[in-house]
């Protein structure tokens, strides 16, 4: 997760114009990186790989050190030596991102695609991901509760879904 707890203030604050449809990924300023993550928290989420095909399947089940409520890292600052999974997006290989939501800002924009309307530097508010349904708030459980043998169990296929209330 790529969210640096930044503010609707920060929205605006982080360049001008619609920088995020007209800058590559490898053109943004740190704070527009930041302010490209949509704070869904999707990919604090536990996740399996296919070894055969290749496929990523998610859980609901997230890492413990996600508050689930706002979304955001506990412990942002040191995430890589608490969670040793936990990636930073910034030096990630764009071309086999593939593992990533469907619906993140950095996925999208990697291969070239418009945010979604409910994306936060779209709508102006932190708020919009969740009012529409595209963050992880209400529907995950902390890993703290999982026993690790059983989060397979607990696969979920709403982490792609462009729009949740289409059911
Ligand atoms: S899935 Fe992408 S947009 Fe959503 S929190 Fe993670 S890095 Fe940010
Ligand atoms: S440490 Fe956990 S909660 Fe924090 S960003 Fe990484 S996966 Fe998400």
Redesign the pocket.
């Known amino acids: ?1 790529h969210d640096a707890g930044i503010n609707d203030a920060g929205l605006a604050g982080a360049g001008v114009g619609q920088w995020w449809h007209e800058k590559t990924l490898d053109e943004l300023s740190a704070s527009e990186w930041d302010a490209l993550c949509d704070g869904c ?1 999707k ?2 989420l536990h996740k399996f790989e296919d070894a055969d095909s290749g496929e990523v399947y998610y859980t609901a089940v997230h ?1 413990r ?2 508050n689930a409520q706002t979304c955001r ?1 506990t ?2 600052a040191h ?1 890589s030596m ?2 040793p999974d ?1 990636l930073d997006l910034r030096t990630a290989d764009w071309a086999s991102i593939d593992w990533l939501p469907g619906t993140c800002a950095y996925r999208l924009r990697a291969q070239g695609k418009p945010l979604p309307q409910w994306h936060p530097l779209v709508s102006g508010s932190r708020e919009s991901v969740h009012v529409a349904g595209m963050s992880v708030r209400g529907r995950s459980i902390s890993e703290e509760y999982v026993h690790p043998d059983g989060i397979e169990e607990h696969i979920v296929h709403w982490v792609d879904q462009e729009n949740p209330h289409a059911n």
């Open positions: 997760m928290a990919c604090c890492c050190y996600l890292c412990d942002f995430r608490l969670a936990c």
